[in-house]
């Protein structure tokens, strides 16, 4: 188990939690976790509106397991927020990340790239050390790293979730708050946050068009988001009709499937060559 300072939250580790299809999560997630590359990363572009150059990406976590196939994160990631193997689970993927994008960084395309994190590693104290180290390790400069919380969970506990974010952004890591409306933020508490991006919550991109009320709640994210200064991205961007409509509102940034889905690195190198990023 990961050391943890006094007053942390511990959780009970389950190991029994298993999916539908009878499958021994976290088991076989410790397995996975000890070697092998069963788990690995896709990424996802992310493109200026108005010039529909890349701006960076979203790492996104896959596993592929050897008898059950391709597990979405969805289906592990949840059961692995209630456990301490979030901590190594996370640690993993931003080691990863680190390491693509030191080869990127290498191959000379200095693009950012995001990793998500889970409410539960917010409340780990040791989380910005962890993050420190690991960018010293790879060579990468902070500010290529863009850490991606949800609002939920920095409302969960606030005053704990504060500290660790302000340390991370004074690491010069950008932070972004991902699944934008979803949640329960107040501008004020929003304004006291360090972050630098706001993701408006695939749901509602994806009503805009047909729903006057998602269409409403887009146009007010996004002018709530550059009121305070932050860039505002939208995702579940799927068609030319999303487009338009977040250009017309003066959104900045765009991800989804109309632009590109996930996919895995060699393809990213060639889609970075391809677009001189
Ligand atoms: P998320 O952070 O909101 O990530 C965006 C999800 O939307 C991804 O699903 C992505 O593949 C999907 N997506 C992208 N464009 C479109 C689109 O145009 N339409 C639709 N319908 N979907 C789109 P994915 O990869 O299955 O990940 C699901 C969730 O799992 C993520 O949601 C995130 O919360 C979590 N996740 C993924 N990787 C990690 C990770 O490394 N760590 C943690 N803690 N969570 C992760
Ligand atoms: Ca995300
Ligand atoms: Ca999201
Ligand atoms: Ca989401």
């Known amino acids: 188990a990961k050391e943890m300072k006094a007053g942390a939250v511990v959780f009970e580790p389950d190991e029994h939690v298993t999916t539908s299809s009878g499958l021994t999560v ?28 890349i701006e960076g990406m979203e790492a996104l976590l896959r596993w592929q397991h050897p008898t059950q196939g ?4 969805g289906d592990f990631i949840p059961a692995a927020e209630g456990t301490g193997i979030i901590l190594r689970l996370t640690e993993h993927v931003l080691d990863l990340a680190l390491a693509q994008l030191r080869l990127w960084l290498d191959a000379g395309r200095a693009v950012p ?16 050390d962890l993050v420190e180290r690991l ?24 005053a704990r979730c504060m500290e660790v974010l302000q340390r991370l952004h004074d690491l010069g890591v950008k932070l972004s708050i991902d699944d ?15 972050v630098d991006e706001l993701k408006i919550d695939r749901s509602f991109v994806l009503g805009m068009t047909t729903t006057a009320h998602d269409a409403v ?7 709530l ?27 900045d940034v765009a991800q989804g499937y109309h632009f590109a889905r996930p996919m895995g690195a060699e393809q990213m190198t060639e889609l970075l060559v391809a677009t001189g990023t």
Not at 113 to 128: E, I, K, Y
Not at 180 to 194: E, I, N, Q, V
């Open 180 to 194: 934008f409306g979803t949640g329960y933020s107040s501008m004020a508490y929003l304004r006291r946050l360090p």
């Open 113 to 128: 790239v995001a990793v998500n994190l889970s409410t539960r590693c917010l409340l780990d104290a040791g989380l910005p």
């Open 70 to 73: 391709l597990i979405p994160p």
């Open 217 to 223: 709640l887009v146009r007010t994210a996004i002018d």
């Open 135 to 158: 960018l010293t390790g790879h060579g990468v400069p902070a500010a290529l790293l863009r850490l991606e919380v949800t609002e939920s969970a920095v409302m969960g506990d606030a």
């Open 26 to 53: 976290l088991g076989d997630l410790r397995r996975a976790l000890e070697g092998g590359d069963e788990l690995f990363l896709h990424y996802q572009p992310k493109y200026t509106l108005d010039g529909e150059r």
């Open 225 to 251: 988001g550059h009121n305070l200064g932050l860039t505002v991205v939208a995702e579940g961007v799927e068609e030319q009709a999303h487009v338009t409509l977040l250009r017309e509102l003066g959104c």
